[in-house]
């Protein structure tokens, strides 16, 4: 399945601290996708990594990918309570985006 | 631009009632999709359309059936609702003609409960 898993399931957190999330998957990718959404919308891309990079970088977020591990991670610098979401990764392959159940993050003033 | 606009928000059904969710997009996108998301869940696929014309099943298309109208617009019909069919549906779209490398955009969602 090219289904991505986050880990971990939940997560709470101070403003101004640093919140990082964890996605597995299991087949071969061409890139990997980080959606955020908030409480009752629909999804927002945030990012996209692709196979051949390692880490990228878009204003307070950090993705890393590693595809021997197939794994990436996703870094929320100096978080704000806005920050408060669920956040989805989808691998990105030759089928279609599978998401996992989301890491919802709690970010309290 | 709208982007992706969703009909209606909300909707209650009786068990066995029919009704058609609407879904447009703004963006000239190729790739169409309906997806449900149950509480605490991540989002399932019911039925995507790589380009006018076309339709596939997704991971969960039992129940239901789509049109792609045109290249702005995808319905998604229950022909008869059941209980188990209570979510939240999320259409979205991509430039291109699917697959799994694309940015997808989404919709607000329409809230539907089958009683």
């Known amino acids: 399945s090219q289904q991505g898993e986050e880990d971990p399931q939940a997560l709470s957190i101070q403003e101004g601290e640093n919140a990082t999330m964890n996605c597995s998957y299991k087949?071969?990718?061409?890139?990997l996708q980080w959606y955020r959404q908030n409480s009752g919308r629909g999804l927002v891309h945030l990012i996209l990594?692709?196979?051949?990079?390692r880490e990228k970088h878009s204003g307070r977020l950090r993705v890393t990918l590693d595809t021997s591990k197939k794994s990436s991670s996703l870094l929320i610098t100096a978080s704000r309570a806005a920050d408060t979401a669920s956040y989805f990764c989808?691998?990105?392959?030759?089928?279609?985006?599978?998401f996992g159940a989301g890491t919802r993050l709690a970010v309290h003033p | 631009n709208a982007g992706v606009t969703q009909t209606p928000k909300f909707q209650v059904l009786k068990t066995g009632q029919s009704m058609t969710l609407q879904c447009a997009q703004d963006?000239?996108?190729?790739?169409m999709y309906w997806y449900r998301q149950d509480p605490g869940m991540g989002l399932r696929l019911i039925y995507y359309s790589a380009s006018e014309g076309t339709t596939d099943k997704g991971e969960v298309p039992n129940g239901y059936n789509v049109s792609r109208l045109n290249k702005r617009e995808f319905s998604l019909r229950l022909e008869s609702a059941a209980p188990s069919q209570t979510s939240v549906y999320f259409c979205?779209?991509?430039?291109?003609?699917?697959?799994?490398?694309?940015?997808?955009?989404f919709g607000p969602g329409t809230r539907l409960t089958v009683l």
């Open positions: 989808a691998p990105g392959g030759y089928n279609k985006l599978i």
């Open positions: 979205a779209s991509s430039e291109g003609s699917g697959g799994g490398t694309d940015t997808q955009y």
């Open positions: 087949t071969s990718i061409n890139n």
């Open positions: 990594i692709r196979s051949n990079e």
């Open positions: 963006m000239n996108h190729n790739s």
